[in-house]
């Protein structure tokens, strides 16, 4: 991945030589174990400093262009937290309609403009592909939060640093995906993620019509990591150390009538779950509808809520590490 070191005026005290200076980050595809060690790291420092002291300044005086064609909560108000938690300043763009979007410009025209006035662009949007080509295009690194049906490589990353801090080890685990797994691209990411890790086993449970799509799949055999896909829970759950739930994505399907009957398959819930570990976690990428119950989420087995907080220390940490403070 090239390093956009292209700005003439870098502040004094950025360290160009910093390994991840300038860098998009596009796809999980990029990064060895090595980095993941070296990101969790970073994140585990953050934690402990908002933890301690909230705010500081480490990115003071420079600004996020935060760049959202799709909904969006967590994912958009955590990077903005994250850029205002170091001390710098947010650009967000989430009413595309009040934008030049809506007068006809071009994604590489948009993110040439918001490089001409902020450090790093994060976008999401509802093109597979539309990272890269903001990347292609910008003078400034890019974060991908989220292209259509592809990639989500920082929910990824958040999703492991959850694994590690919760359960204390990424190798050895059983990792059941649960739910739409063939428009959630969380989970496209997170399978593809886990590769890099010791003895894992992956468990695909989904409608017929939501399988985890065959190049997904793929990718994920020539690592050598065995795979089986189930039509229920019944058989994987009591083997099961990382449950990862995904919403049935509405807004992905073209016949309404198909979303129907495929939204409520699977609930997870108290009954269900006296039949797992007691030492294991419940994931969600969240937002839920139905297929977690609230009276579940008691549970301390249900991760899903501290799952958003760790994505705060590990969009912190992507944030300073593509500046060069890390
Ligand atoms: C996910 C997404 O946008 O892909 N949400 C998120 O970023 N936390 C999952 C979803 O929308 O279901």
């Known amino acids: ?42 994140a585990h420092e953050m934690r ?103 990639e989500h490589p920082t929910q990824a990353l958040l999703d492991t640093f959850t694994i590690r801090e919760e359960l204390g080890q990424l190798d050895e685990l059983t990792v059941t995906m649960l739910g739409d797994l063939k428009y959630g691209r969380t989970v496209h990411s997170l399978a593809r993620l886990l590769t890099q890790f010791k003895n894992i086993k992956l468990n695909y449970i989904s409608p017929d019509i939501l399988r985890m799509p065959k190049d997904v799949m793929d990718e994920v055999a020539a690592k050598g990591i065995p795979q089986a896909e189930h039509p229920t829970l019944g058989k994987v759950l009591a083997k099961t150390d990382v449950l990862y739930v995904t919403r049935v994505q509405r807004e992905r399907f073209e016949d309404p009538a198909v979303y129907e009957k495929a939204k409520s398959a699977y609930v997870i819930g108290p009954e269900v779950m006296k039949g797992a570990k007691e030492k294991m976690i419940v994931m969600h990428p969240l937002p839920r509808v139905t297929e977690i119950s609230m009276d579940f989420d008691d549970d301390p087995r249900a991760a899903y809520f501290r799952q958003m907080e760790y994505g705060l220390y590990v969009r912190m940490a992507l944030l300073a590490m593509v500046l060069g403070k890390a």
Request: proline share 6%.
């Open 48 to 150: 402990i400093m908002v933890e301690r002291i909230g705010t500081f300044d480490l990115l003071k005086g420079k600004i996020l262009a935060n760049l959202f064609f799709e909904p969006s909560t967590r994912t958009s108000s955590s990077f903005m937290a994250a850029m205002k938690r170091l001390g710098g300043a947010v650009i967000p763009i989430s009413e595309v309609k009040y934008s030049s979007v809506a007068k006809g410009e071009s994604l590489p025209d948009t993110v040439r403009t918001l490089g001409c006035y902020a450090d790093v662009i994060v976008i999401r949007h509802p093109e597979v592909g539309s990272a890269a080509l903001a990347a292609k295009h910008a003078r400034k690194p890019v974060i991908n939060a989220g292209d259509g049906v592809g």
């Open 1 to 42: 991945m090239p390093t956009k070191a292209k700005n003439p005026h870098l502040p004094f005290g950025d360290q160009q030589t910093a390994p991840w200076y300038g860098k998009d980050i596009l796809s999980v595809k990029q990064f060895s174990r090595a980095d993941l060690e070296y990101i969790f790291a970073v």
